[in-house]
């Protein structure tokens, strides 16, 4: 029987809230073997959490690795996604790539079936969510992934490499394989300092680069839609003047929206971030 290949599973956060221990736990209840799961966790305010430290120095020998991080600096004022998942992709060794949001949990299959999906030869997943809270009176999300009912029902067939999976990595958690992130150099911190759209330009690259996708609906994660679930950057921007903004389509815009109709749908546009070579460990700050 062949052996099992190591994952590594990235969380990061800014939150004061993250529900880190919460995500922890669900980890180290995954029906995949422990000593193959490698947990990266890259937190912008590490050093007032010395609790998440120790839980994973303690758990550290039931698995492959484990790393709590402090989020590099950089020149934003804003969240800086990009940055924070590059550092982690270059501090980590599995093959397969899980990346997670703060204020979600895994259930017990979610690595595993993973896995099975990378044994199978797909590059990229884009998988699904369902809201899970404590505070179920005071859930401010839809209950399920909005994606389910997209096409009625009817999700793609396991061969799909389309526009709509490139722009749909989402979902709370995505995979991919070790090679494909590194041959698109990672996240591009050019969307760095602004709430979103990162994803759906790593997705489109992925496409531009020739990657296999599939959308697995039946891959899940749990997702605290509470009222910790307030969007990052309306406490990182203490003042709007600081938000970057751009003339868009007629109208003013995050500078984001302009750089993802620029940007990645140029076909032959594939590796971000000139500079660094993920490959070799390096990554920008911002």
Aim: proline share 5%.
């Amino acid at each position: 029987m062949e052996e099992a290949k190591v994952c590594t599973i990235i969380s990061i956060t800014a939150r004061k809230e993250a529900g880190l221990e919460e995500f922890i736990g669900s980890v180290l209840e995954q029906d995949y073997p422990l000593d193959k799961i490698e947990l990266i966790i890259v937190d912008k305010i590490k050093k007032s959490r010395p609790e998440i430290t120790a839980i994973l120095e303690g758990v550290g020998a039931k698995l492959h690795a484990s790393h709590h991080l402090q989020d590099p600096p950089t020149k934003h004022k804003g969240p800086c996604p990009a940055t924070a998942r590059n550092y982690a992709i270059s501090k980590s060794t599995g093959e397969w790539i899980i990346t997670v949001d703060d204020l979600t949990t895994l259930m017990p299959d979610t690595v595993s079936k993973h896995m099975k999906e990378f044994e199978k030869g797909f590059d990229v997943l884009a998988c699904s969510y369902v809201v899970t809270s404590k505070a179920e009176n005071k859930i401010v999300d839809d209950r399920d992934d909005p994606r389910l009912q997209t096409f009625n029902g009817f999700y793609y067939s396991p061969q799909v490499r389309d526009n709509w999976v490139a722009v749909n990595l989402y979902g709370m958690h995505v995979g991919y394989s070790r090679e494909a992130i590194l041959r698109i150099n990672g996240y591009d911190s050019l969307f760095d300092g602004v709430y979103g759209q990162e994803d759906m330009d790593v997705g489109l690259r992925f496409q531009n680069a020739g990657c296999v996708f599939k959308w697995c609906p039946d891959i899940l994660v749990g997702c605290a839609r509470d009222e910790r679930h307030v969007p990052t950057h309306a406490t990182m921007f203490k003042d709007k003047k600081d938000v970057p903004i751009a003339y868009w389509r007629g109208t003013y815009r995050w500078r984001n929206d302009l750089l993802l109709d620029m940007l990645p749908r140029v076909s032959t546009r594939i590796r971000a971030n000139p500079g660094f070579d993920l490959s070799k460990g390096e990554y920008k700050n911002g």
